[in-house]
């Protein structure tokens, strides 16, 4: 396990998961209202709302909260948001990406920018560090979804490209077209997934010492508290022995 999966891991042991719960539904609302207002309202007939929906489910969002974020795509009250992509380099000369969704490019694009300075990186142009990630989906079942074995022949029947199973959880990659087919079979298979999503999955790992990968969790986790941030992903990869201590700490 590397990358943006391990930084994830390491913070759900520390407990901030349940510190920013409402952050996270902020942001589940916005991608909710952005998918209903460039599509139909009805998740059945929309797959980006129908994948929103879904992930907000699975992180317990209240349906209340799911139907107002729908309603006020429908009521014309949904302000306008641009979705902008970020690229460069963090401690160590790690590479980030981040998905933001904003109503202000300038406001955002200079706290993004801040960010990086502040924590030892360098925001770059786009295109600066994508050639480094493939852009595919990613399917993510929790350990009760089945063991390892289960899980992987489920995948490779489905369609997938690729399964990794940890005590967390099962990550299941499949190309980026393939994402509904695949989700829809392994659903018949394994039932409904924690999360489906297009995500960046690096192709090169840059591996950091334990000073550069607390720097750069400040930084991911300080990108990710940015209400115009929606996804950040990274190539970093730390040993077991780095991982323990940050736990730990």
């Known amino acids: 396990m590397a990358g943006h999966s391990q930084f994830k891991n390491i913070m759900h042991r520390k407990g901030r998961q349940d510190a920013v719960r409402a952050k996270l539904f902020s942001k589940l609302s916005k991608e909710i209202t952005v998918a209903a207002k460039q599509g139909l309202p009805d998740p059945a007939a929309n797959a980006r709302l129908r994948l929103a929906v879904q992930n907000a489910k699975a992180q317990s969002m209240p349906k209340d909260n799911i139907e107002r974020a729908i309603k006020k795509a429908q009521g014309g009250e949904a302000d306008t948001y641009e979705a902008i992509r970020y690229e460069g380099y963090g401690p160590g000369g790690v590479a980030v990406i981040v998905e933001a969704l904003t109503d202000n490019r300038n406001r955002t694009a200079g706290s993004v920018r801040s960010y990086f300075t502040k924590f030892g990186g360098n925001l770059g142009e786009t295109g600066s560090v994508a050639f480094m990630f493939e852009r595919v989906g990613e399917i993510v079942y929790k350990p009760e979804a089945g063991d390892a074995e289960t899980v992987m022949l489920a995948a490779i029947e489905a369609g997938a490209s690729d399964v990794e199973s940890d ?83």
């Open 167 to 249: 005590e967390d959880g099962h990550y299941i990659t499949c190309a980026f077209e393939d994402i509904g087919d695949v989700s829809s079979r392994l659903e018949a298979d394994l039932g409904e997934a924690a999360s489906v999503n297009v995500v960046w999955k690096p192709q090169t790992m840059t591996p950091v010492d334990e000073e550069k990968a607390d720097s750069l969790m400040k930084l991911i986790a300080t990108l990710e508290d940015d209400d115009d941030v929606q996804n950040v992903f990274v190539n970093f990869e730390v040993s077991d022995d780095v991982m323990a201590r940050l736990t730990a700490a």
